[in-house]
């Protein structure tokens, strides 16, 4: 019979479904995944490996939901690479991705150790309220042309430029979906088109830091058990497909605005209950 540690299972239960929650909206699941391991008391390297890993099944629920568009980007790009098969420039593809996550990979590649140096409550709770002043200035923002409303319309420029805001997410608070939604709207892109674009950039950036995690903490990945990294990532898919059908639904008739009232009260959370204390 499978030995199971029940103080273990139910840290890890509790962290795959804060994962699942928060991935993909613009709330930084980073800073709650630290606040919780806070919380917990469970802040060591295994706990960190563990919530890095499980958002491999988070960002499984983005390729279930957007399966279609994925498939049919993936098909254009072999075509025109093996058979030199021509398309029409107005479609999103592959390209679009590789331009909106190189200056995230560049920097990660070359900041990673020292990015780990601001996983620390303070920066965190900075890092809330700024992201959700980012946020707010994305959603009121006027531009002069009308907003993009058809992803296939988006430009290479406008792809780079939400990969360099999605930079901004280094800053752990900040928030990935935060950093590259409100970027979105910055350059022109409807609500609805920049949070799809966000979470189709969300795929490669949250493997590649999966994969690099996986081969630099092998040793530790070890200690953690299977059992665990699998059920935690299932339980991840599971609740981030919810929360990714939801929050689709949501933000059709509402503004992002609430999300970021949400980050202001949680940094004050964190100011007067833990950071004071």
């Excluded at 059992?227 to 299932?234: A, C, E, N, Q, Y």
């Excluded at 689709?248 to 609430?258: E, R």
């Excluded at 949400?262 to 007067?272: C, E, K, M, N, S």
């Amino acid at each position: 019979m499978l030995d199971i540690d029940a103080h273990k299972l139910i840290i890890s239960f509790i962290l795959a479904v804060v994962e699942g929650l928060t991935e993909f909206l613009p709330i930084s699941s980073t800073g709650h995944m630290i606040l919780v391991q806070s919380i917990l008391n469970c802040t060591d390297d295994s706990v960190k490996i563990f919530t890095v890993i499980i958002q491999l099944g988070a960002i499984l629920s983005i390729t279930k939901i957007f399966w279609n568009r994925l498939y049919s980007m993936g098909v254009i790009c072999i075509r025109k690479i093996f058979i030199k098969q021509h398309y029409a420039n107005n479609h999103l593809c592959i390209r679009h991705i590789l331009l909106g996550t190189f200056p995230g990979i560049i920097l990660g590649v070359v900041f990673y150790e020292n990015i780990r140096l601001f996983f620390e409550l303070t920066y965190i709770m900075y890092g809330l309220i700024i992201g959700g002043i980012f946020l707010l200035v994305g959603e009121l923002y006027l531009p002069k042309e009308p907003r993009v409303s058809n992803i296939d319309n988006i430009t290479c420029l406008q792809a780079f430029l939400i990969g360099c805001f999605q930079c901004l997410a280094f800053w752990p608070g900040f928030s990935r979906s935060g950093a590259t939604i409100g970027g979105g709207l910055l350059v022109g892109l409807n609500r609805n088109i920049s949070l799809e674009f966000s979470f189709f950039l969300a795929i490669p950036i949250i493997f590649g830091a999966t994969v690099l995690t996986l081969y630099r903490y092998e040793s530790v990945i070890d200690t953690i058990g299977a059992f665990f990294l699998i059920g935690g990532s299932i339980i991840a898919f599971t609740i981030a497909l919810f929360t990714v059908r939801l929050f689709l639904k949501i933000v059709q008739g509402f503004s992002l605005i609430p999300f970021a009232i949400y980050r202001f009260f949680l940094a004050g959370v964190i100011y007067w209950g833990l950071i004071v204390d």
